[in-house]
């Protein structure tokens, strides 16, 4: 779309936008006695500044205009979509950098404890229609934008997805970052910025999945600051000389030196000033072009080093079945543990603090075993650079760090091979061996002479090669050590680190259950449900979007038959737009009046998504058989999928393509097409799911009971008044404790079980056609080429076939028997939506304001500091 705008229309930018522009990220000095230093009587001009960034309509359509012109150079007069949107952004950017500055010179005047939030992945989603809400500017914007000649859903349409996260992990750290902003709470987030993000999911005319680099950052990214200015050294491999001093301490020196260079991304509170602040590692060489090697006609030689540092940060999750992929990926998360202490370090001293206060003004949470590596460099730091003796470096870093478990299962507990981590960081193995030399003493004094003990608890696994255990590592160096749900904190105490918790006692062991930010996860994905509830309870978005307990106010209206109506007309919208988006992605139509059924998730063997699609051909046989009047009493039912599975996991990928080639025989099926339908939606993202989750009737949560820590799709879903079917596992049990077991779908064995069913398999198997013949059956026709090559999935049947791992043979019947009952459930349209209303307004318990408020209370001892408006 291009549109013409009339720049007489507009006007000319007021002089104070220009300052606020050439004032970016500008703080003032701060002296001892926290009074403001401006130099050039530049506080006059920054506070008139601050006055007149007004968010008026008019001034609004100025701002945009400006930008365009000067920030884009571009004419004002022919304009496309895209330069919209970057101007749109950049005019929205101009409010976040004002309320960045004011909350960190506050900071800087205050100097409050602060926590860091060092995560891996921030999966974190389109910015602007997140950034209008959280302002309070959605209004303001749609009606400026209109004036122009635009339509905000068109510009919106125009951003691309931030490519620094995959899964649930990285939407967690999102939504901590938001709530941490909202509750006026000092937290920051430490990342890294990936170049082409995890990748961009294709589909190949087989149903393959392919992998190709996601270009995110081909355009502007009006969201990021480059501080190029904020640079830190990073080294690699090299040697580690002790000293012959008696100090502990160590020189390392040699080796690879790479250069971390700081992207920041502001992140906004909801309705307050408060904006906190993203921090991004981009690497670059230290020294790059080599000019000589260029000159002799050695080109490659030329830009080694500037493709060996760039190649940190290329992508996220490098495949490690590969010695250079797991290579680059201990590199990567050094390079990001290193420059983020060392950003933390400088901020600190900043406070002319004494290095003892350190745990008294910073606390940073390991969100996995991904940024393990921080506490054995916070040692080094202490000991070889701030010439810290060891026992009060090891109490400094045991009061600093926390860690959250997001698994139990072991091969997603990290492990590194010891001559890797002695080749790679040598001065880190030898403080490692340190750790586990003094703290294998501590275990030997309190209970002597039991080797398998100390065997069970080393850091070091002994094997060929050795290995380093990082959720062990993390959990000595930690103050606290917290699961994500309370089935998953208690297993995680009871299990991995069950020695742990009796050396260490039990207190040092809690729970956080993971929750979501109910700003994009209802009212940005969901404005028309949110617009009801706010009419509907007579409140302010910024009252109950703050309080999501106040949703339990809807509870008498499930009674209420116009405010029924009213709902399932939101419901029928969002199928509707969801139907649209399946029309221009794939060139189907979907029928809007049957039952949406969901699952996107991170493709794995423990989510089953290979029960679910063993399910949905089972359905397909099932009505293949039946009479035609027979089917049509029969509930339509739409299958959704989306999710990306990682590079080297073939199984897998097998799944996504059965689960293309099922949808092609049903979706053509003259017989079953009007009952059953089923779509694999290709590069699943944040914003795909905003599309997804609303329109859903059911989602499914169906994971081996005991593998799923939490989940935090099961959330949205429900807060957005899907029902859920799932196991009793992760957060599916406090979902139907909060909502009411009987608007849940249960099915399956419980976690107790589990073990002996797998004890079963492995040394008293039984045939699966003895087992659940109606599984073996469904297996028997992928077999058979019913849904193309049959011989390609048996690797893929044969995982149920031969050991069954994850107890597809064992919860089949019953998971059937449960999408029964929801077929049931769902003929009485009435009672149906009463479930959906009741699900909705008892979520208020999984916002991640609520758990963020846990972390800050009883974990990181933190206090708001709120912003003065």
């Known amino acids: 779309m291009t549109s013409t705008i009339d720049p007489k229309s507009i ?23 926290g009074k403001e230093k401006w130099p050039r009587g530049e506080e006059k001009v920054w506070k008139e500044a601050m006055r007149n960034l007004d968010n008026d309509v008019p001034s609004i359509e100025r701002s945009v205009v400006n930008h365009v012109q000067t920030s884009l150079a571009r004419q004002a007069y022919n304009l496309d979509d895209t330069g919209a949107y970057q101007a749109a952004a950049l005019s929205v950017r101009d409010n976040l950098i004002l309320n960045w500055n004011e909350t960190q010179l506050l900071y800087t005047k205050k100097s409050p404890k602060r926590a860091y939030y060092l995560s891996l992945e921030f999966l974190m989603g389109r910015t602007l229609d997140n950034a209008l809400l959280n302002l309070g500017l959605k209004d303001q914007y749609n009606e400026s934008v209109k004036h122009l000649g635009f339509s905000m859903e068109d510009i919106l349409e125009q951003e691309r997805d931030a490519a620094l996260g995959n899964g649930g ?19 920051w987030g430490y990342g890294l910025r990936y170049q082409y993000g995890i990748f961009q999911q294709l589909i190949s005319p087989e149903g393959q999945q392919l992998e190709a680099p996601d270009p995110w950052l081909q355009n502007q990214n009006p969201w990021e600051l480059p501080r190029l200015d904020v640079t830190y050294e990073i080294r690699f491999y090299g040697n580690a000389e002790r000293l012959q001093d008696g100090s502990g301490r160590a020189a390392w020196h040699g080796g690879q030196e790479v250069l971390a260079v700081a992207y920041d991304v502001m992140i906004p509170g909801c309705y307050t000033k408060n904006t906190n602040n993203l921090r991004l590692w981009e690497s670059k060489p230290k020294r790059g072009f080599d000019l000589n090697s260029f000159n002799a006609g050695d080109y490659e030689r030329a830009v080694e ?24 990926r201990l590199k990567q998360q050094y390079f990001w543990t290193a420059a983020s202490l060392q950003d933390i370090l400088r901020r600190f001293k900043n406070t002319g603090k004494t290095i003892t206060d350190f745990p008294d003004f910073v606390s940073i949470q390991l969100n996995d075993t991904h940024p393990t590596l921080a506490i054995p460099e916070l040692m080094r730091i202490l000991i070889d650079e701030e010439e810290v003796q060891w026992d009060m470096a090891w109490h400094i870093v045991t009061r600093t760090f926390f860690y959250t478990n997001h698994t139990v299962l072991p091969e997603a507990l ?10 790679l960081l040598p001065r880190h193995m030898q403080i490692i061996y340190d750790i586990n030399m003094i703290f294998l003493q501590a275990v030997e004094k309190k209970y002597p002479g039991d080797r398998d003990r100390l065997g069970r608890m080393s850091l070091i696994e002994e094997g060929f090669p050795k290995q380093v255990r990082m959720a062990f590592l993390a959990c000595i160096g930690s103050r606290k050590v917290n699961g994500v749900a309370e089935l998953h904190s208690e297993l995680v105490r009871t299990t991995i680190l069950k020695d742990f918790v009796e050396f260490e006692g039990i207190s040092k062991f809690g729970n956080v259950t993971n929750g979501i930010t109910p700003r994009r996860w209802l009212d940005q994905c969901n404005p028309e449900l949110s617009a009801l509830i706010s009419k509907t309870l007579k409140l302010e978005k910024s009252v109950w979007l703050k309080d999501l307990y106040k949703l339990k106010d809807l509870l008498p209206y499930a009674d209420d038959a116009e405010f029924r109506k009213q709902w399932v007309a939101v419901k029928q919208h969002n199928k509707e737009r969801l139907a649209r988006h399946v029309k221009t992605t794939l060139g189907f139509e979907v029928n809007t009046n049957a039952m949406f059924d969901v699952q996107i998730k991170r493709l794995h063997e423990y989510k089953r998504q290979n029960l679910n699609i063993f399910g949905v051909i089972h359905r397909y046989l099932t009505i293949k058989n039946m009479a035609p009047e027979e089917r049509k009493k029969l509930n339509p039912r739409v299958v959704f999928f989306a999710g990306k599975a990682a590079p080297g996991y073939w199984i897998a990928k097998l799944t996504i393509r059965l689960i293309v080639n099922v949808a092609r025989v049903i979706n053509a099926d003259p017989d079953t097409k009007d009952y059953l339908s089923l779509y694999f939606l290709p ?46 596992d992760g957060a599916n049990i406090e979902i139907a404790e909060e909502v009411g077991e009987t608007n849940v779908f249960f099915f399956g064995h419980l976690a107790p079980a589990v073990e002996e069913l797998r004890y079963q398999h492995v040394y008293h198997p039984v045939p699966i056609e003895e087992k659940c013949p109606a599984l073996a059956n469904v297996l028997n026709q992928v077999s058979s080429g019913v849904f193309g090559d049959g011989g390609v999935y048996e690797p893929l049947l044969n995982t149920i076939r031969q050991g069954d791992y994850y107890l597809l043979s064992d919860d089949f019947d019953s998971y059937i028997a449960a ?51």
């Not at 007021?14 to 001892?32: A, F, I, K, N």
């Not at 190649?311 to 992929?325: E, K, M, Q, R």
């Open 305 to 328: 080093s500037s493709n060996s540092a760039a190649a940190i940060t290329s992508v996220l999750y490098p495949n490690d079945h590969t010695t250079f992929g797991k290579e680059l």
């Open 11 to 33: 006007g000319k930018p007021s002089r104070p936008r220009r300052h606020v522009r050439t004032l970016t990220g500008y703080l003032p000095e701060v002296d001892e006695s």
């Open 819 to 869: 999408l029964d009952m929801v077929d049931k459930a769902y003929l009485d349209k009435t009672e149906w939506v009463k479930k959906s209303i009741r699900t909705t307004a008892n979520m208020g318990k999984f916002s991640s304001d609520r758990a963020i408020n846990e972390y800050a209370e009883s974990y990181w001892n933190l206090e708001s500091v709120k912003v003065p408006n």
């Open 414 to 423: 990290e492990k590194w091979p010891v001559p890797l981590m002695e080749h």
């Open 683 to 728: 590069d699943y993202s944040v914003s795909l799911a905003e599309v997804l989750i609303p329109a859903s009737d059911i989602s499914q949560h169906i994971s081996t009971a005991g593998t799923e820590a939490s989940g935090t799709s099961n959330m949205k879903f429900c807060l957005n008044g899907g029902l859920l079917v799932g196991t009793v």
């Open 169 to 187: 992990l990285g939407r967690l750290a999102a939504c901590y970052l938001d709530s941490s902003a909202s509750q006026e709470l000092p937290v």
